[in-house]
């Protein structure tokens, strides 16, 4: 194993698990969801998962200007991202008081910040996503080979980000599907989307003629900024157009892990290649085996992946490593094998299984 977290103080420890009949100790919250009880167990306030297109999230965002900046993973790379001030924009320019949505109370905008089962979290890049984004850049050559991406609580979509990427640049003639899921369907549309958009303008930019090209989508050129786009018809056409040519398929679910996701993903998605990811979303105690079944669900066979980046401990909400590991050591003792790569310094992990 190549990859090394890159923190001043790293101390990196691999552990392998390979004793597949220890038994270990976890007790299921009472109130902890799994995929097995969740029809009977289902929070009221809990979001329904469903399908989204490509097509018909974009067309919510037409003539929504998106301004980015450079956010960077490390000395040498980055990913371009939307700014938090014009997330905030579009959610004033939109709100309208009479609506019952809830949409973004603008105060979690502030903090790093959750309420249970309304707003998880995905409007800001926490920071396992780039210890995640790391490790995939460590791995070039055989992500080459993933063709179903799939990145569970998504929000801001930084590893999602990084692979779009790494596949647009590769020019493979292999066909790349990427399912985006986050709990809130406004995140999908304000950020993950967006992030999207916003890192293939950025590609694309670097070749003159299709600057140019790109340029010609604009109405009033003179006043948008560097670093700047509005989101036209033209715009959409072009970025369809053009990751089609790339083989590229994007897709959306909104709403809470379950059994539908699962349906939704296998139905759409079917290549033998599959990688799972997903960041800082073990955090929830009554969650964490929801998700932890989900993934296991969605991982077919030993040649799929699931890569999970966590914090080790979520102090104040609960949830943490040891459990997700014994609830799944507890829950699918004989079917898999698993791999930490912890710092020993910064108490984050990877998870590989
Ligand atoms: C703390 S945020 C992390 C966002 C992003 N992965 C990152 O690392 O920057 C947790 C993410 O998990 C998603 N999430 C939380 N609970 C969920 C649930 N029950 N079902 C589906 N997604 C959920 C949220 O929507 C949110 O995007």
Not at 57 to 78: A, D, G, W
Not at 85 to 93: A, E, N, T, V
Request: charge should be negative; proline fraction near 3%; charged fraction near 20%.
């Amino acid at each position: 194993m190549s990859f090394q977290f890159n923190f001043d103080d790293s101390d990196l420890e691999i552990e392998t698990d390979s004793n597949q009949s220890k038994n270990v100790s976890y007790t299921l919250p009472s109130s902890a969801l799994t995929l097995s009880n969740l029809s009977n167990n289902k929070p009221k306030d809990l979001i329904p998962t469903g399908e989204i297109s490509l097509e018909s999230l974009l067309q919510t965002l037409l003539n929504v200007r998106l301004t980015y900046s450079k956010f960077p993973i490390s000395s040498t790379s980055s990913i371009v991202r939307r700014e938090l001030y014009d997330i905030r924009h579009q959610i004033m320019s939109e709100s309208d008081p009479t609506s019952s949505e809830e949409i973004v109370n603008l105060d979690f905008l502030d903090k790093d910040d959750l309420l249970r089962n309304v707003y998880e979290g995905g409007l800001t890049t926490w920071e396992c996503s780039i210890d995640l984004v790391k490790y995939l850049s460590s791995l070039n050559e055989q992500m080459n080979t993933s063709k179903d991406i799939i990145e569970l609580g998504c929000g801001t979509s930084l590893p999602s980000l990084y692979l779009f990427n790494h596949v647009y640049l590769n020019n493979s003639s292999n066909t790349y599907n990427f399912a985006l899921s986050d709990y809130n369907e406004y995140v999908l549309r304000l950020v993950t989307l967006p992030n999207i958009l916003i890192n293939w303008y950025d590609l694309v930019s670097a070749n003159h003629k299709t600057k140019q090209q790109l340029d010609s989508t604009q109405e009033n050129k003179d006043t948008i900024a560097e670093n700047e786009f509005t989101i036209t018809h033209s715009l959409i056409e072009m970025f369809l157009n053009d990751i089609k040519s790339k083989h590229i398929n994007i897709g959306f679910i909104k709403g809470t892990w379950s059994s539908e996701l699962i349906n939704i993903v296998n139905n759409n998605l079917n290549t033998n290649d599959r990688l799972v990811l997903t960041s800082e979303t073990i955090y929830q105690p009554d969650t964490m085996p929801l998700l932890t079944d989900t993934l296991m669900q969605l991982k077919r066979n030993n040649y799929d992946r699931i890569i999970l980046a966590t914090k080790d401990i979520y102090f104040g909400v609960g949830g943490n490593l040891i459990d997700f590991l014994n609830y799944l050591k507890n829950a699918y003792s004989n079917d898999y094998k698993y791999e930490v790569i912890k710092s020993g310094t910064s108490n984050r992990s990877l998870v590989i299984l």
